[in-house]
């Protein structure tokens, strides 16, 4: 069992260190949700990873507080209290013939091609659509990435939003 913890531990640590330094990271923000259409009590939300397991995390939202983030080149990282090594965002393919995916924050710089515009946060994943915001599994509002499908039906507990920098409280 503890061998087990170790190896996973350092095969965390080893793809963190794999990934490629990006440059000087920008000031510290928290990624804050603004609602486009859909469940307007998902507006004025902020990023917070949720544990699953070691070194990983989906992205949930809360009403305040939220998990520091920065830009890093164009790989969108998170300062997770307590954390000795990077933590990224990732687009999740977890799942098929769905109309949405899920978001995390896992161990390691996350994926390439973050970047801000007009709209917020964007990636430049050619299959991005948009966030979505959701009560879900967790029992909390979790974020979610639209892909293909530009027009699509939501549940009513769900919102389109756009993700945009706040100043840390």
């Not at 070691?54 to 997770?80: C, H, I, R, W």
């Not at 209290?81 to 990224?88: D, R, V």
């Not at 393919?93 to 917020?120: K, P």
């Not at 549940?155 to 945009?164: I, N």
């Amino acid at each position: 069992m503890l061998f087990t913890r170790v190896a996973t531990l350092l095969a965390v640590l080893g793809v963190a260190a794999a990934a490629p330094p990006t440059g000087n990271p920008t000031k510290p923000y928290r990624l804050k949700t603004t609602v486009v259409s859909g469940d307007a009590t998902k507006n004025n939300l902020y990023v917070q990873s949720y544990h699953t397991g070691a070194g990983l995390n989906d992205v949930a939202l809360v009403s305040e507080g939220g998990s520091a983030a920065f830009l890093n080149g164009t790989y969108q990282q998170f300062d997770l209290s307590g954390s000795t090594f990077p933590s990224g965002l990732k687009l999740a393919y977890n799942q098929y013939y769905t109309r949405w995916l899920d978001t995390q924050i896992n161990a390691g710089y996350g994926d390439e091609g973050f970047s801000f515009n007009g709209s917020g946060l964007i990636s430049s994943n050619p299959q991005f659509q948009g966030w979505l915001v959701c009560d879900w599994y967790h029992g909390v509002p979790q974020l979610f990435w639209q892909y293909y499908y530009a027009d699509i039906e939501l549940p009513s507990s769900c919102a389109k939003v756009e993700l945009h920098r706040a100043n840390l409280a």
